[in-house]
């Protein structure tokens, strides 16, 4: 029987060598497939960064932005498409329906400007405020100008007969409160808003009125977008810094472009008259724009505020995005009353 033959130190060599020679290409896939695992990690890590640098620079630009105009953009724009597409399905569709948004855009803006009057200090009844303020559309829609008047006169007694009784009432009473301040307050609210708002829905109920109202609502937006425009990309000279500082005379020079561009476009493509009815309408719009514009800003710097409510994000209140169209509700009514008869 032969003798079992111990190996030699070659053969122990020659052994290493091929099982790690076997082991190579297991020990290469393991490197391979690491090295490639952190490729991916890499490159997952570099997309995360970068998409928190972009996060970063739009929040910077929103940030400067909103210094510069007062207001967050995106939900600015998002409300008042909101707003627009509401008020365009209620002109073009049926006129009544525009008469049940006036009067629900009435009551809430009411409803704010009587609160922020109450928190300075004046003593004004907010429910009937807003029922005698609803009850003035119908009335405009109905009975026009002159239904318009007549229910402003009678919402004016009705609340200042309210307020009185409430001062008879030694539990209603309170000190530091005047009378004449609380009623020529209320009465102020009445004329502020459902009087004026009520000379668009007495032009919706005529024939073709709806698209007079659309026309200079169209106008009013071109002022106020042609103005942020200008006033955030050149604004430099403060047309009136002591009651809106933000307020510059080249957005003032923006606006009236963008307002004579579109009202001349809109007079002769959408109510049907000439050229130069489009420019007076436009011209006449960009003074009571500006108009409601500072009015609103006096108001609220004489309260002591910054936006009359927040009920609209990006916006503020309902009185902050309709201030320029108060007024200018009354020079379009004027103009139509003229051109149309």
Excluded: C
């Excluded at 790690?20 to 490159?43: D, K, L, Q, Y």
């Excluded at 229910?151 to 009705?158: C, N, R, S, W």
């Excluded at 000279?237 to 963008?258: D, L, N, Q």
């Amino acid at each position: 029987m032969a003798e079992p033959v111990e190996p030699t130190a070659d053969d122990v060599v020659s052994v290493d060598v091929v099982e790690s020679v076997a082991a190579r290409p297991r020990f290469w896939r393991r490197r391979r497939t690491g090295t490639a695992r952190e490729e991916v990690e890499a490159a997952f890590h570099d997309i995360e960064s970068k998409v928190h640098d972009l996060e970063a620079k739009a929040r910077e630009m929103d940030a400067r932005i909103e210094a510069r105009a007062g207001r967050n953009l995106p939900k600015a724009i998002f409300f008042g498409l909101v707003l627009g597409f509401a008020l365009l399905f209620s002109l073009v569709v049926v006129k009544e329906v525009f008469m049940l948004f006036a009067a629900a855009l009435v009551a809430f803006t009411v409803y704010e400007l009587a609160s922020a009057l109450r928190f300075a200090g004046r003593d004004i009844p907010r429910i009937p405020l807003v029922v005698a303020a609803v009850a003035m559309v119908p009335s405009a829609f109905y009975g026009g100008a002159a239904g318009l008047w007549w229910a402003f006169v009678a919402g004016v007694v009705v609340i200042s007969l309210w307020r009185v009784v409430e001062t008879v009432r030694p539990t209603m009473r309170a000190e530091g409160v005047s009378l004449p301040t609380d009623l020529a307050a209320g009465a102020f609210v009445l004329a502020y808003v459902p009087l004026l708002a009520g000379f668009a829905v007495v032009m919706s109920a005529q024939p073709g009125g709806e698209w007079w109202v659309l026309a200079y609502l169209i106008v009013v937006i071109a002022i106020d977008t042609g103005a942020y425009a200008a006033g955030v990309l050149f604004g430099k000279h403060p047309m009136a810094p002591k009651i809106s500082p933000k307020k510059t005379w080249e957005g003032f020079a923006g606006s009236v472009v963008a307002a004579t561009i579109v009202g001349i476009v809109l007079a002769i493509f959408m109510i049907g008259t000439t050229w130069w009815v489009g420019l007076v309408l436009a011209i006449a719009l960009v003074g009571a724009a500006t108009l409601g514009d500072l009015t609103e800003s006096l108001i609220k710097r004489d309260l002591g505020i910054k936006d009359i409510s927040t009920w609209l994000p990006g916006h503020g209140g309902f009185l902050d995005r309709l201030d320029s169209m108060l007024p200018s509700t009354v020079v379009a009514y004027l103009i139509f009353s003229i051109v149309v008869g």
